[in-house]
T-cell receptor, first 111, second 115 residues
């Protein structure tokens, strides 16, 4: 059955390194979201795209985060340079209005 | 910024008990979604309610959207250990245009059902 896939599932990196997370949305879904989940802040929306166009990235620290959707099968979230406070689980979701389907997440640890 | 307050934050009950989780806001939402998340996985959509006063049932789960579309509740009857997980409510604020589909999530309720 169709699922959102994310890679890598786990990433441990040192402060200052670049991190790229990838997401393959479900084919046919027109909206793709990036979220970050931490114990303290819960689930926060970072950015989202509709029909591959960025609609809102107000949840992202602009100086270090960037999100792109180079084609309909790939969305990327990049952090450069990474900081320890970026440690979290990052989720990609795709869907339509009234329904979002989440991937399994990328657990990022920045030391 | 629209906020969704979920209560309780933690719920630990015995198998067979009933429970209700609440999701409240001072803002009006065009729709309200409930998700369940298990450790190491992403949230899974349970239901979407759209109309004020709407009630939806999913087996032993009953979801209600408040008349004013500012609050929602999830009631579980005869809870089972398999219901254990993190329950999240999420509100969509946009009535249309580019903001539709954009969700604000509550902090979640961690439910533990003991056998």
């Amino acid at each position: 059955d169709a699922r959102v896939t994310q890679t890598p599932r786990d990433k441990v990196t040192e402060m200052g390194q670049e991190v790229t997370m990838r997401c393959q949305p479900i084919l046919g879904h027109n909206t793709v979201f990036w979220y970050r989940q931490t114990m303290m802040q819960g689930l926060e929306l970072l950015a989202y795209f509709r029909n591959r166009a960025p609609l809102d990235d107000s949840g992202m620290p602009k100086d270090r985060f960037s999100a792109e959707m180079p084609d309909a099968t790939l969305a990327t979230l990049k952090i450069q340079p990474s900081e320890p406070r970026d440690s979290a689980v990052y989720f990609c979701a795709s869907g339509f209005r009234y329904a979002q389907y989440f991937g399994p997440g990328t657990r990022l640890t920045v030391t | 910024t629209q906020l969704l307050e979920q209560s309780p934050q933690f719920l630990s009950i015995q198998e067979g008990e009933n429970l209700t989780v609440y999701c409240n806001s001072s803002s009006v939402f065009s729709s309200l979604q409930w998700y369940r998340q298990e450790p190491g996985e992403g949230p899974v959509l349970l239901v979407t309610v759209v109309t004020g006063g709407e009630v939806k049932k999913l087996k032993r789960l009953t979801f209600q959207f408040g008349d004013a579309r500012k609050d929602s509740s999830l009631h579980i009857t005869a809870a089972q250990p398999g219901d254990t997980g993190l329950y999240l409510c999420a509100g969509e604020s946009g009535a249309g245009g580019t903001s539709y589909g954009k969700l604000t999530f509550g902090q979640g309720t961690i439910l533990t059902v003991h056998p």
